[in-house]
């Protein structure tokens, strides 16, 4: 695969941000971080830094002027955290911030601009049926519903624009450097220090994919010379409960799954119970497939210091 010889983050500080922008930085990329002096700072990864004075499209084209990029990766979101849902934090972290971005580099396009959309876009689906992207976007929650009309105004607005962009739903990103709250590190540091993790049944499936692949997939999307799609699914095609997870991290860690206290939280109100993504037209158009099955991922996490 051939790395573009610059490329611009947006969202460089969160999970999959800086673990893009260390493989970026690892491949000899020159990669730059944009970042704004209105939104709390995060410790910086590797690159350089675009400092915007807001995140409003004049002050973002006013950041970049004179700048050039192979490539734009936006891996922003907001409300990641179900506890970082309030609704217009939602539509300005996610609808306005794409809008914001894409009308800032209408002057000078990049050659190729990945954008991160997520598999919460999706309406129910019912197994064994996997997620293809053609099944349809009218999501419960309000996350989803925000991620999904920021997916389909992106992919409008940059063909308005005359900017090739390309849209990645991930599934269930997971690594070391995740939020602590997030289930899979929840796990490990539970099973580390024998605690009881408190889960639900366990009985909802999901599709987990290790970062490493997430970040491999993210490139292979902006190398890729030409994509025959806008919208692809970025997921491992491989139902797991999260019982299942559970009990594959207690094995890897070496620890009983008697620490495992499934049924203890209840499902949450718009909990979906099967969320398993069809990764065949992304494997199709780019030379990207899954290089970790779940022990292998869980290993890394649990080895991580």
Known sequence: MVNPPNALIVGATGFLGRALVSRLHHDGVSTYILLFRDRARRPLPAGHVIE?????????RAALEGARFDCVYHVAAAGVSPAERDPQALLDGNLGLISNVLFAMAGSPPRRFV?????????????????SEEHPTLPRSVYGAAKAAATIWATALAQRL????????LFHIYGPGEAPSRLVPYLVDCL??????????GEQYRDALYIDDAVSALLA??????????????????????????????????????????????????????????????VR?????????????????????
Request: glycine fraction near 6%; aromatic fraction near 8%.
């Open 52 to 60: 915007s004075r807001s995140s409003a499209a004049a002050d973002i």
């Open 115 to 131: 954008y991160t959309g997520s598999c919460a876009e999706y309406s129910r689906a019912e197994p064994p049926q996997l997620i």
């Open 162 to 169: 005359g900017i090739s962009l390309v849209a990645l739903r």
């Open 192 to 201: 580390r220090n024998e605690v009881h993790a408190k889960l639900t049944k």
């Open 221 to 282: 999307a902006a190398a890729a010379p030409t994509l025959s799609e806008t919208v692809y699914n970025v997921c491992s095609g491989c139902p797991v409960t999260v019982r299942g997870l559970a009990d594959t991290a207690a094995r890897v860690i070496g620890k009983s799954t008697e620490f495992l206290e499934f049924g203890a939280l209840p499902y949450r109100h718009d909990e979906e119970m099967w969320v398993v993504g069809d990764n065949r037209r992304f």
């Open 285 to 305: 158009d780019t030379t990207w497939s899954p290089a970790f099955d779940l022990e292998a991922g869980l290993a890394r996490v649990a080895h991580a210091r």
